[in-house]
C-alpha cells in the first residue's frame, strides 16, 4: 500500500493523544495504533508515546500506511472506539445485525466485524442493542462477549439517556407529556400492539416534546393536520417503541410502513419530492455509564436536515 502523509499544525499546548483525538479526528484506539506501528512525527521526528507534549507552532505529521486501519463506509460512521466497546451512527437502509442465520447481507455488526478483524484476526465485536432496519442514528457494540451480557443485563442501569426525534403525522394537542401502555407481540406477523390497560403484556413508556409544528407542509400532510418534529425519551426499550406508541395516540412516524401511512402512494410520492423517502426517526442521543472505567460518556447527533426541512416546507 502506497503511504502518504498528512501535516497538522499544533495551534496551542496539548499532549499528542489529545491532539490526534481532537484535532487530526481519530479515535483513542487508533491514535495508539499509529503510534505503534510509529506512523506519527512531530518536527519531523518520529514519535511513540502517547503523552508527548506539544506547544503551539509545532508541526505533527501522520503516515497513512500498512498498520493504520480506518472505518470508510457510506452507511456507517465511527464515532468513539477504545478497548472495551465501539459507538457508531448508522444510516437509514442498514440492518444492526443479520435477519437470519447464515445471511450474506451486509449489516452494521458484519461492517465492524470486518473492520476489528483487520485489526487484529482474533478480534470481535458483539451486538449490545439495536435499530430497526429504518431508524438511522447511534448504535453501540462490545468487544467482548463478557462485557456484552453485562451491558445487556444492565442496560437499564448504566444507560443515563436515550433520545430520539421523530417527523410525526398531525399536530399535537398535548405538546409535551408521556405515552404509557402495554405491548403485545403477535409472532405471526411480527406486529406489536399496544394496549393502554394492563393486559398482561410488557410496560412501555416513551417521554415526548413538540419541538417544531406546521400546516404549511405539502399535500397530503397538509390535509391530514400538518406535521410535527417531535424529541423522545424512552424510559423502557420495547420492540418498535416509538413507532407504536406514536402510532397509538393518532401521530404515527412519517414513512412508517409497517404502523403508519408509509404505503400510502400520496404520502410516499411527496417524500421523494422531497428527497426524505424514509421512517423519519432518528436515534439522536446516547449516554451511558463505560461498564469499565465507569465514566459517563455521551454522544450526540445532529437531527436530520431532511427532517427540519420536511416540517418547514411551505
Known amino acids: ?17 489529545s491532539f490526534l483525538i481532537g484535532s487530526v479526528g481519530t479515535t483513542r484506539t487508533n491514535a495508539k495504533r499509529w503510534l505503534q506501528h510509529r506512523l506519527v512525527s512531530v518536527n519531523g521526528v518520529v514519535v511513540s508515546q502517547f503523552d508527548e507534549v506539544l506547544s503551539a507552532g509545532d508541526k505533527v505529521s501522520v503516515r497513512n500506511g500498512q498498520g493504520a486501519v480506518e472505518l470508510h463506509h457510506p452507511k456507517l460512521r465511527l464515532v468513539y472506539e477504545d478497548d472495551s466497546l465501539i459507538v457508531v451512527e448508522k444510516r437509514n437502509g442498514l440492518l444492526s445485525v443479520p435477519s437470519s442465520a447464515g445471511s450474506s447481507e451486509t449489516t452494521a455488526y458484519s461492517i465492524l466485524r470486518a473492520y476489528v478483524k483487520k485489526q487484529n484476526a482474533r478480534n470481535g465485536v458483539f451486538v449490545v442493542h439495536r435499530l430497526d432496519r429504518e431508524t438511522s442514528g447511534l448504535l453501540v457494540f462490545a468487544k467482548s462477549a463478557e462485557l456484552q451480557h453485562y451491558m445487556r443485563d444492565y442496560w437499564r442501569e448504566i444507560v443515563t439517556q436515550r433520545t430520539y426525534v421523530a417527523v410525526a403525522e398531525g399536530v399535537f394537542d398535548k405538546k409535551e407529556g408521556q405515552i404509557r401502555s402495554w405491548f403485545t407481540e403477535d409472532k405471526r406477523n411480527a406486529m406489536v400492539y399496544s394496549s393502554p390497560v394492563d393486559d398482561g403484556g410488557d410496560l412501555a413508556v416513551t417521554n415526548y416534546k413538540v419541538l417544531k409544528e406546521s400546516s404549511s407542509v405539502p399535500l397530503p400532510f397538509r390535509a391530514k393536520g400538518g406535521l410535527s418534529l417531535v424529541e423522545l425519551h424512552l424510559e423502557t426499550g420495547r420492540t418498535n417503541q416509538i413507532r407504536v406508541h406514536l402510532a397509538s395516540i393518532g401521530h404515527p412516524v412519517v414513512g412508517d410502513r409497517k404502523y403508519g401511512h408509509g404505503n400510502d ?3 410516499t410520492k411527496a417524500l421523494q419530492q422531497r428527497k426524505t423517502d424514509r421512517l423519519c426517526l432518528h436515534a439522536r442521543v446516547l449516554e451511558f455509564i463505560h461498564p469499565v472505567t465507569e465514566q459517563t460518556l455521551h454522544f450526540e447527533t445532529p437531527v436530520p436536515k431532511s427532517f427540519t426541512s420536511l416540517v418547514t416546507a411551505s
Open 1 to 17: 500500500m502506497k503511504s502518504k502523509t498528512t501535516e497538522y499544525p499544533v495551534r496551542q499546548q496539548s499532549d499528542l493523544l
Open 265 to 267: 402512494p400520496d404520502q
